[in-house]
């Protein structure tokens, strides 16, 4: 076997359909533009219709296979109709991954109600729901894979964690519970766990140039993330190779988190 046709193997994505939330910025576009570029056909689900649009047609011009859909995370029938509309582009997923989130993280003193919903609904119940929705019919087809992007504030509290840290501990469990349900049925859920990336998410924190270079020097690399950082990890885990990885929280963090 020849190497081209033995990485191809291992990790060409050719005829497999993805869906990928928070798809058309930070770490969700870069994952969603390494899956296209490595063979599968590619649904962005995200709100903004604009950056959407130009995902794709990015996308679409370098011979990729991509659509999108504009869709509202934080209600239920929002994400149901979502599904609904990302399944019927190329068919049912084989790779679901949830990067949508929200990160609002007022101290816990001034938390309120609507601030705590809003980011479970965004950030822990759109992947359930999503995955309640695609899960049983990658088990029926004996393939699947659900990839959750999580945080630093899953597993060590700092910058004001609040309601986003809890979210993010809450999908790492999720993503546990799917890969008791659903691995011995070809079915792998994982989740990549970033360190600082430089994203519009962490807008707040790279606006203050001596948190940025704090950050930087916690890591063993000697710098902040960027997305496509995040492309690497992302095809492995929805491929082939990674078959017998699940339930597990792998950190891309250029070892922030060793430190």
């Known amino acids: 076997m020849t190497s081209h046709s033995y990485l191809s193997e291992l990790f060409s994505l050719d005829g497999r359909v993805a869906v990928v939330t928070g798809g058309s910025s930070g770490i969700g576009r870069a994952i969603a533009e390494a899956l296209a570029r490595a063979g599968a056909s590619v649904v962005i689900v995200a709100r903004r219709e604009a950056e959407l649009a130009a995902t794709v047609d990015e996308l679409v011009a370098d011979g990729c296979r991509a ?3 504009s869709a509202d995370l934080s209600t239920r029938d929002g994400v149901r109709a979502a599904a609904a509309q990302a399944a019927e582009v190329f068919g049912e997923p084989d790779i679901l991954v949830n990067s949508a989130g929200i990160n609002l993280r007022p101290p ?14 965004v950030n822990l119940e759109a992947p359930y729901l999503l995955g309640e929705q695609f899960g ?17 504030q899953a597993h060590r509290a700092f910058v004001q964690s609040g309601a986003y840290g809890v979210s993010k501990g809450a999908l790492e469990s999720l993503a546990r519970s799917q890969a008791e349900a ?24 790279s606006s203050d140039p ?7 020097a916690r890591t ?6 960027l997305a496509e950082d995040f492309a690497g990890a992302a095809v492995f885990l929805a491929g ?6 699940t339930g597990q929280s792998i950190f891309v963090d250029g070892g922030f988190s060793v430190h």
């Open 220 to 225: 063993m690399v000697g710098r902040n993330g």
């Open 210 to 216: 001596e948190k940025v270079a704090a950050l930087a």
């Open 67 to 69: 659509a999108w859909v």
């Open 182 to 205: 659903w691995s011995s049925y070809g079915v792998t859920c994982n989740t990549l766990v970033p360190g600082f990336v430089m994203t519009p998410l962490n807008a707040r924190l």
């Open 108 to 121: 816990m003193g001034e938390l309120g109600e609507d601030v705590w919903d809003t980011t479970m609904a």
């Open 240 to 245: 082939r190779a990674s078959g017998y990885i």
């Open 136 to 152: 049983p019919g990658m088990a029926e087809r004996g393939f699947g894979r659900i990839i959750h992007i999580t945080s630093q």
